[in-house]
């Protein structure tokens, strides 16, 4: 029997793809727009998927219709058996990447060529080593630089995600579109979102606009280049003329892209999330321990899910505090 691929297509006619799983709440980073000052609350250990129970169930994500899986965390290299994930995931018909901080890179790059993967989502947010341990916690700044131009030197794709916050980093966004003049990266501006526990206030978001009038005024109009999107971005990309790379503006508060959404998101505990904004959650372990189909279940997340960003339309709703703080906090969704 031919598995059904109208499972993961939702009301708005959206069919969802791409699968984001993650490994685990931990990180060896303390990013105060991920984690909150006071930590979280961890899942038992007994209550996260194991390396079986992660193929398995992105087995039957991929039987239905996925094509591309992504692992995350926290920090998904942390976990002691990544090795046996990812080797799982690379039998399957499906691309695989990651998102990783980079501290651990080095550690596990022939594991990476091994399984296939070749592109790389790597979160830094400055590049100031200062900067780097007053908003990580952490002295791991050097470490992170030599790892990205290892993975280069690997041929890997490398995309580098740069959370803006407006007074923190914001003043570093010419440095970092002229890091790819010589380097073939992507940086990739993510707007500040509000998540629970990371004292969001639009003040401190950085908006599409005001990237864009930094860059225009930085670097003449005609040698920036407006690049063509891909099928279902998140990131409106653009190039300055004549640089090896290329930078994108992920702008989830003040100009999302919802209508070409195709991602579905995994947590650690095996619930899905139809949505980053959401506080909705569809418990998937639990019915896979008990031996029940799980596909029904994903089929009702995917029809919940709303048109834009959880049913927040407006930025309005998105001041609301009492709107995040029932959602999980970043570290416990996966980037």
């Known amino acids: 029997m031919t598995p059904s691929k109208t499972i993961l297509t939702d009301d708005f006619g959206r069919k969802h793809n791409y699968l984001r799983?993650?490994?685990?709440?931990?990180?060896?980073?303390?990013?105060?727009?991920?984690?909150?000052?006071?930590?979280?609350?961890?899942?038992?250990?007994?209550?996260?998927?194991?390396?079986?129970?992660?193929?398995a169930i992105a087995q039957t994500f991929v039987e239905n219709g996925v094509d591309k899986i992504r692992l995350t965390g926290g920090e998904p290299l942390l976990r002691k058996d990544f090795p046996e994930?990812?080797?799982?995931?690379?039998?399957?018909?499906?691309?695989?990447?990651?998102?990783?901080?980079?501290?651990?890179?080095?550690?596990?790059?022939?594991?990476?060529?091994?399984?296939?993967?070749?592109?790389?989502?790597?979160?830094?947010?400055?590049?100031?080593?200062s900067k780097f341990h007053s908003i990580t916690l952490r002295n791991q700044f050097e470490k992170v630089i030599d790892n990205l131009h290892l993975l280069l030197n690997n041929n890997f794709q490398v995309k580098v995600n740069v959370v803006l916050i407006k007074g923190f980093n914001d003043n570093e966004i010419v440095d970092f579109i002229n890091l790819t003049e010589s380097l073939p990266i992507s940086v990739r501006f993510i707007e500040f979102m509000p998540f629970a526990g990371n004292e969001w206030d639009?003040?401190?978001?950085?908006?599409?606009?005001?990237?864009l009038s930094?860059?225009?005024?930085?670097?003449?109009?005609?040698?920036?280049?407006?690049?063509?999107d891909e099928k279902n971005f998140t990131a409106r990309t653009y190039k300055i003329k004549?640089?090896?790379?290329?930078?994108?503006?992920?702008?989830?508060?003040?100009?999302?892209?919802?209508?070409?959404?195709?991602?579905?998101?995994?947590?650690?505990?095996?619930?899905?999330?139809?949505?980053?904004?959401?506080?909705?959650?569809?418990?998937?372990?639990?019915?896979?321990?008990?031996?029940?189909?799980?596909?029904?279940?994903?089929?009702?997340?995917?029809?919940?899910?709303?048109?834009?960003?959880?049913?927040?339309?407006?930025i309005s709703e998105m001041d609301d505090p009492a709107k995040h703080l029932d959602n999980r906090s970043m570290i416990a969704i996966g980037g």
């Not at 685990?24 to 930590?39: F, I, Q, S, V």
């Not at 005024?217 to 690049?227: R, S, V």
């Open 85 to 129: 994930i990812i080797s799982k995931l690379s039998t399957l018909e499906t691309s695989l990447s990651i998102t990783t901080n980079g501290i651990l890179i080095d550690r596990h790059i022939d594991v990476l060529k091994q399984a296939g993967v070749k592109k790389i989502n790597l979160s830094l947010d400055t590049l100031v080593a």
């Open 21 to 55: 799983i993650s490994l685990l709440e931990k990180c060896n980073l303390r990013c105060t727009y991920c984690m909150p000052a006071d930590g979280i609350t961890l899942s038992p250990k007994a209550s996260l998927m194991t390396a079986d129970e992660i193929f």
């Open 202 to 211: 639009r003040i401190k978001m950085v908006s599409q606009n005001e990237i």
């Open 242 to 314: 004549g640089f090896q790379g290329d930078f994108g503006i992920i702008s989830s508060i003040t100009n999302p892209f919802c209508d070409s959404c195709n991602r579905i998101r995994l947590t650690a505990n095996g619930k899905i999330k139809n949505c980053l904004f959401s506080n909705s959650e569809t418990d998937l372990l639990t019915a896979f321990r008990n031996g029940e189909s799980i596909t029904e279940l994903i089929s009702q997340s995917v029809q919940n899910k709303k048109k834009v960003r959880a049913g927040m339309v407006t």
């Open 214 to 228: 930094q860059v225009e005024t930085c670097f003449t109009l005609y040698k920036i280049q407006k690049l063509e």
